[in-house]
T-cell receptor
Framework: ETGVTQTPRHLVMGMTNKKSLKCEQH?????MYWYKQSAKKPLELMFV???????ENNSVPSRFSPECPNSSHLFLHLHTLQPEDSALYLC??????????????FGEGSRLTVL | GENVEQHPSTLSVQEGDSAVIKCTYS??????FPWYKQELGKRPQLIID?????GEKKDQRIAVTLNKTAKHFSLHITETQPEDSAVYFC????????????FGQGTELSVKP
C-alpha cells in the first residue's frame, strides 16, 4: 500500500507492558505526526517531527516516547500506560511542518486498548 | 491555549438537502483551515481547505467560507447524498504552520435516503 501505513492496527496491552506503534510513509514527506483520537474528543496533536527532529511535544506524558529514525519512519513507544490512554492513535505526514502546504495524510490508525 | 469549536455535533438531513457545519477558532495568527472527512473505521481525509487570504472556495458540491474578522469558517455541502454520511472535522493551523493543526470536535453527518 502506498501512502501512510501503521502497524499494528489493533493492540491490547496491560498497564505494565511495553509496546511500540510503527508508522511508515511512502510519500517523500519531511514531516510526521502522532495524533490521538478519543471518543467524543477532537483529534489531539501529540508530537511533530520535521526532518527527523522533534519540533513539538504537546505536554504529552513521558509514558509516550516518540522516535523518528529517518524521514519515512515514526514510532511511538508505550510503557506503563493507563486505561484512559485507550484510543485510536493516528500517524500523519505532510510535505513540511510549516509553509505552503499543510495537508495531512493520515494512516488508518492503531486502536489501542489498555486493560 | 488555542482551540477550535465546532457545531453541531450531529446533523441529520434528507438526501438532496444542504448541510452546514460551523467552526470558530481562537488563534488570530491561524492562516490555514482544512476540513477532513472520516468515514466509519477509516482514516480522516482532506476534502477541502482554505487559506486566510481567501474568503470562499468551492469544489463541486462542497464549499467553505471564511470570516477572518469574526474568526469563523463554515463547510457547506449541497445536494447531499448517502455517501456524504461521515464525521467531518474542521481544523485551524497553529499560527502559520500549516501541518500543525488544532481540530474541532467533529460533526457526525447522517444523510437519509
Amino acid at each position: 500500500e502506498t501512502g501512510v501505513t501503521q502497524t499494528p492496527r489493533h493492540l491490547v496491552m496491560g498497564m505494565t507492558n511495553k509496546k511500540s506503534l510503527k508508522c511508515e510513509q511512502h510519500l517523500g514527506h519531511n514531516a510526521m505526526y502522532w495524533y490521538k483520537q478519543s471518543a467524543k474528543k477532537p483529534l489531539e496533536l501529540m508530537f511533530v517531527y520535521s526532518l527527523e527532529e522533534r519540533v513539538e511535544n504537546n505536554s504529552v506524558p513521558s509514558r509516550f516516547s516518540p522516535e523518528c529514525p529517518n524521514s519515512s519512519h515514526l514510532f511511538l513507544h508505550l510503557h506503563t500506560l493507563q486505561p484512559e490512554d485507550s484510543a485510536l492513535y493516528l500517524c500523519a505526514s505532510s510535505q513540511a511542518a510549516g509553509g505552503a502546504t499543510g495537508e495531512l495524510f493520515f494512516g488508518e490508525g492503531s486502536r489501542l486498548t489498555v486493560l | 491555549g488555542e482551540n477550535v469549536e465546532q457545531h453541531p455535533s450531529t446533523l441529520s438531513v434528507q438526501e438532496g438537502d444542504s448541510a452546514v457545519i460551523k467552526c470558530t477558532y481562537s488563534d488570530s495568527a491561524s492562516n490555514y483551515f482544512p476540513w477532513y472527512k472520516q468515514e466509519l473505521g477509516k482514516r480522516p481525509q482532506l476534502i477541502i481547505d482554505i487559506r486566510s487570504n481567501v474568503g470562499e472556495k468551492k469544489d463541486q458540491r462542497i464549499a467553505v467560507t471564511l470570516n477572518k474578522t469574526a474568526k469563523h469558517f463554515s463547510l457547506h455541502i449541497t445536494e447531499t447524498q448517502p455517501e456524504d454520511s461521515a464525521v467531518y472535522f474542521c481544523a485551524a493551523s497553529i499560527g502559520n504552520q500549516g501541518g500543525k493543526l488544532i481540530f474541532g470536535q467533529g460533526t457526525e453527518l447522517s444523510v437519509k435516503p
